[in-house]
């Protein structure tokens, strides 16, 4: 009798087990479906909660914030509330062996890279959402996704599909009808160079984003530790807790360094005098927008560990209407018909890279249930 592969699906193993039945009529009455880990899920999950710290950050510049190099820090240094978590982990699992649960060397050295690479991104994203209103420069930071897609190609080997090539095209029109005519998406009284400043360093911080999100996937991929069929399964959360806190603490120390350069230290307390909604709102904008961007950062490595970049770029891209709205009824900024057609593009180009992930997925099931009925 031939052997059944346990991940072979309940009906093709129903079908070896009875005489005369056709497995292949069996996988095709019930085809393998693809369905996410929990850890997938969660990290998912702290990405849309994470949706908030844009709009702080942009309540932050409305009401008179100024320091980039603060904004940038806002974005790296929640790090420390993952220490808390990350030693119950590593306790927990304190029989495999406390030192084979920490991340190997060159792995901690390729986070530290990246999380300088993603601090730099913070500080240009900073001025983006300084020249900008948010919801402008959500649409615009969305072309991450298109960055994402050509450096995973690129760097970790992501093939394109119709579906894929569809949403690039869409997700680079999106954007650009935001330039199109004058004054379109610009906030009255801004200068057509500044809006255009503006314009180009969202761009350039959503392309230093999706160089920053392959790299990720591509070090835990050459310097994890795991190997064999192991490293074809999720990493341990704290695994990836870890690469986030290493990313924080040296995104931190630049964030820091730049800081101490500009002497923005000392401004701080003149800047929150003067804050429009109260020195005490001034410190919570702070203290609450460095807890969602650290949910934000955390669900966006998760996703990168346990599923793909490109994954992490639809994410992150899901949060684009959850900014407009939260745009709107906070701030109270103008909704108008290029911001509308930019919006429907993007949604169009994200529901494309969805379903063709969704049309992979299950030709690769497929695929496997070939293989699986081919050899027994």
Same mark, same amino acid.
Not at 192 to 199: H, L, P, T
Not at 267 to 276: D, I, K, N, S, T
Not at 297 to 304: A, C, K, R, S, W
């Given at each position: !009798?031939?052997?059944?592969?346990?991940?072979? %699906?309940?009906? !093709?193993?129903?079908?070896?087990?009875?005489?005369?039945?056709?497995?292949?009529?069996?996988?095709?009455?019930?085809?393998? @479906?693809?369905?996410?880990?929990?850890?997938?899920?969660?990290?998912?999950?702290?990405?849309?909660?994470?949706?908030?710290?844009?709009?702080?950050?942009?309540?932050?510049?409305?009401?008179?914030?100024?320091?980039?190099?603060?904004?940038?820090?806002?974005?790296?240094?929640?790090?420390?509330?993952?220490?808390?978590?990350?030693?119950? %982990?590593?306790? @927990?699992?304190? $029989?495999?062996?406390?030192?084979?649960?920490?991340?190997?060397?060159?792995?901690?050295?390729?986070?530290?890279?990246?999380?300088?690479?993603?601090?730099?991104?913070?500080?240009?994203?900073? !001025?983006?959402?300084?020249?900008?209103?948010?919801?402008? %420069?959500?649409?615009?930071?969305?072309?991450?996704?298109?960055?994402?897609?050509?450096?995973?190609?690129?760097?970790?080997?992501?093939?394109?599909?119709?579906?894929?090539?569809?949403?690039?095209?869409?997700?680079?029109?999106?954007?650009?009808?935001?330039?199109?005519?004058?004054?379109?998406? $610009?906030?009255?009284?801004?200068?057509? /160079?500044?809006?255009?400043?503006?314009?180009?360093?969202?761009?350039?911080?959503?392309?230093?984003?999706?160089?920053?999100?392959?790299?990720?996937?591509?070090?835990?991929?050459?310097?994890?530790?795991?190997?064999?069929?192991?490293? @074809?399964?999720?990493?341990?959360?704290?695994?990836?807790?870890?690469?986030?806190?290493?990313?924080?603490?040296?995104?931190?120390?630049?964030?820091?360094?730049?800081?101490?350069?500009?002497? #923005?230290?000392?401004?701080? $307390?003149?800047?929150?005098?003067?804050?429009?909604?109260?020195?005490?709102?001034?410190?919570?904008?702070?203290?609450?927008?460095?807890?969602?961007?650290?949910?934000?950062?955390?669900?966006?490595?998760?996703?990168?560990?346990?599923?793909?970049?490109?994954?992490?770029?639809? !994410?992150?891209?899901?949060?684009?209407?959850?900014?407009?709205?939260?745009?709107?009824?906070?701030?109270?900024?103008?909704?108008?018909?290029? /911001?509308?057609?930019?919006?429907?593009?993007?949604?169009?180009?994200?529901?494309?890279?969805?379903?063709?992930?969704?049309?992979?997925? /299950?030709?690769?099931?497929? /695929?496997?249930? #070939?293989?699986?009925?081919?050899?027994?």
């Amino acid at each position: !009798m031939a052997t059944i592969s346990p991940s072979a %699906s309940p009906a !093709m193993q129903e079908a070896a087990k009875t005489p005369g039945a056709s497995p292949l009529g069996a996988t095709a009455a019930a085809p393998a @479906r693809y369905r996410p880990s929990p850890l997938v899920i969660f990290s998912a999950c702290l990405v849309l909660l994470g949706a908030g710290g844009p709009l702080l950050l942009r309540i932050y510049f409305v009401h008179g914030g100024q320091s980039l190099w603060l904004s940038a820090l806002l974005q790296m240094i929640g790090w420390p509330l993952l220490l808390p978590p990350m030693c119950v %982990s590593l306790f @927990r699992g304190r $029989r495999h062996g406390i030192a084979n649960l920490l991340l190997p060397p060159r792995l901690v050295g390729a986070a530290a890279v990246l999380g300088v690479f993603y601090a730099v991104s913070g500080y240009v994203y900073g !001025m983006g959402s300084q020249a900008l209103p948010l919801s402008t %420069s959500s649409l615009l930071i969305a072309t991450q996704l298109a960055f994402t897609a050509i450096f995973a190609f690129l760097l970790v080997g992501l093939r394109f599909t119709p579906f894929s090539a569809n949403a690039v095209v869409l997700l680079t029109i999106g954007p650009a009808v935001l330039g199109v005519g004058p004054g379109s998406g $610009r906030p009255a009284g801004q200068s057509s /160079k500044a809006y255009w400043v503006g314009f180009c360093e969202a761009i350039a911080a959503a392309a230093v984003t999706g160089l920053v999100l392959p790299l990720v996937e591509l070090a835990m991929e050459r310097y994890g530790r795991r190997t064999g069929p192991a490293a @074809r399964a999720p990493p341990p959360f704290s695994t990836v807790m870890q690469v986030q806190a290493v990313m924080g603490a040296a995104g931190m120390m630049v964030c820091l360094l730049g800081m101490a350069i500009k002497s #923005d230290f000392g401004a701080l $307390r003149a800047e929150a005098a003067v804050f429009g909604l109260g020195k005490t709102n001034y410190y919570l904008v702070l203290v609450w927008d460095a807890v969602l961007w650290q949910l934000l950062n955390l669900g966006t490595v998760g996703l990168i560990s346990c599923a793909s970049s490109l994954l992490a770029g639809i !994410m992150i891209a899901v949060i684009l209407p959850l900014s407009e709205i939260l745009a709107v009824i906070f701030l109270h900024e103008k909704f108008d018909g290029p /911001k509308g057609i930019a919006l429907v593009l993007s949604l169009w180009g994200f529901a494309s890279y969805l379903y063709g992930e969704k049309v992979q997925k /299950k030709q690769e099931a497929q /695929k496997t249930g #070939d293989l699986e009925l081919a050899a027994h």
